[in-house]
């Protein structure tokens, strides 16, 4: 996948690694979570337990690709040229199921709830790529994201 369907986050704000799927409602990501990105204090991080904080913004991110694709796409790759780019604007009944440590693969899976002009409303999860059925989710949520799309 092009870097055109990543979000225009650069290191160290740029949480995604891999875009593995996009559609026009949904896009799956890997996370690879590591000990040098844990860039603030939070409870738990002395422990070495990845910020929720952190997760949260990961879970953001894996929506911004959608954004950027035109409302008519119904291809599964991203479009050449066309990146979201996107804010925060609320979060929304954000659980966080298990804790996440460095060393953890996470698949992010962002599926659009409805969209309204600039506004996207998407439902996030996060589930650990290598855990056994019924242990796997991490994390979800609700965002809304206010996507400006750029050529």
């Known amino acids: 996948m092009s870097d055109a369907a990543f979000p225009p986050h650069a290191h160290p704000f740029r949480m995604l690694d891999v875009v593995l799927d996009l559609e026009r409602e949904r896009c799956t ?22 910020p929720l904080s952190l997760l949260a913004e990961a879970m953001a991110q894996a929506a911004v690709p959608l954004g950027g694709l035109p409302v008519d796409a119904s291809s599964c790759a991203a ?5 979201g ?15 996440v440590s460095p060393g953890d693969r996470l698949l992010i899976t962002a599926t659009v709830l409805g969209r309204q002009g600039p506004l996207l409303r ?30």
């Open 29 to 50: 990501v890997i996370k690879a979570v590591t000990a040098d990105e844990v860039i603030r204090d939070e409870a738990g991080t002395a422990a070495g337990r990845y």
């Open 79 to 83: 479009p050449v040229g066309h990146s």
């Open 85 to 99: 780019r996107g804010r925060l604007a609320g979060i929304d009944a954000l659980r966080l199921h298990r804790p």
């Open 122 to 151: 998407i439902r996030s999860v996060a589930e650990r790529a290598d855990a056994p059925p019924g242990e796997a989710l991490i994390a979800e949520g609700e965002f809304t994201i206010v996507v400006e799309e750029t050529a």
